[in-house]
């Protein structure tokens, strides 16, 4: 997606896709990723997710990259947190305090130096945000930032042609031909998405674990 897109859904308050809590299946199925308290986790596309204060409080520290700095402004507010901010670059700045990092910019922009090692990744938002054409790209950035670390990953499964993303369907099939060469996928849940997707279509929420080969 452009820019231009999601600056616009922060800056018009068209934020359906955050959560009012930290998602129960983050919470149900984090014990898979099999890391301990105070690993760094890192978060792409995180937004302001209360999954990040969820994180914190269980003892993890987090790290994070966002597009939209207003999200990230919003984040650190409700956290009741004043960051330390710098310019890492021109196209990223970094947002810290004690246990949380986020990079703030282009997710291709930041580089595993500049994120610094991870113990595991948690892709909530991520995958399912990106059309079609921007998802191997991303696939292959991710491996790279974490250095293979394992993931839990939450994709959507629904019939695309009932309605444009995002969030769009990344169904099983995919997962394997973007991440099988590295991980071993496992299916923990699958589950109905209440209400269904944005009220409009019947939709499954997927969750996997991708644990390294």
């Not at 969030?167 to 299916?187: M, T």
């Not at 499954?204 to 390294?212: A, C, K, R, Y």
Request: proline share 7%; net charge negative.
């Amino acid at each position: 997606m452009e820019h231009d897109f999601w600056h616009n859904r922060w800056a018009t308050d068209q934020i359906g896709f955050h959560e009012p809590a930290a998602n129960p299946l983050l919470i149900e199925h984090l014990s898979a990723l099999n890391v301990a308290k105070g690993s760094r986790l890192f978060l792409p596309l995180c937004g302001k997710t209360l999954d990040i204060a969820w994180l914190l409080a269980a003892g993890y520290r987090v790290a994070g990259a966002e597009l939209s700095e207003l999200a990230v402004q919003q984040l650190f507010a409700e956290l009741g947190r004043a960051p330390r901010i710098e310019a890492l670059n021109a196209s990223l700045k970094r947002y810290e305090s004690d246990d949380l990092e986020v990079f703030v910019g282009d997710i291709f922009a930041l580089d595993a130096r500049l994120l610094g090692p991870v113990d595991a990744i948690y892709d909530r938002a991520a995958l399912v945000a990106l059309p079609p054409s921007m998802r191997p790209g991303y696939a292959r950035h991710l491996l790279e930032l974490g250095a293979g670390a394992p993931q839990l990953l939450i994709s959507f499964d629904y019939q695309q042609s009932l309605l444009a993303g995002p969030p769009f369907a990344v169904p099983a099939g995919e997962l394997a031909d973007l991440y099988g060469a590295h991980y071993l996928l496992r299916q923990l849940a699958r589950q109905p998405l209440e209400g269904g997707l944005k009220g409009q279509c019947p939709a499954e929420e997927v969750v996997w674990h991708l644990q390294p080969r």
